[in-house]
């Protein structure tokens, strides 16, 4: 579960260590998508990306600030 207003380390390693980005384009290619899918929700502070693994120091955003990206986004009501 992620709270607004939150710092997270976020990481992940590849099965048995095994390398996940192979080109520079696999490491632009997984930043597009992290660009695309959460800096509407998030604020990176630092990140690592490394051949089998990664890691992000993240903020999520207020909820003040995720409402104005997407009105209609109520997730964090129920956590109240």
Known sequence: MFYPGE?????????????IFYTDENYH?????????LTGFIDIYAYCLLP???HFLIKI???????????TLNQFDRYK
Do not use: A, C, T
């Open 7 to 19: 710092f997270y380390h976020l990481f992940n390693r590849g099965n048995n260590r095994e390398i």
């Open 29 to 37: 290619y997984f930043l597009r998508q992290f660009d695309k899918y």
């Open 52 to 54: 089998n693994h990664f």
């Open 61 to 71: 955003k207020e909820e003040e600030e995720i409402s104005k990206i997407n009105p």
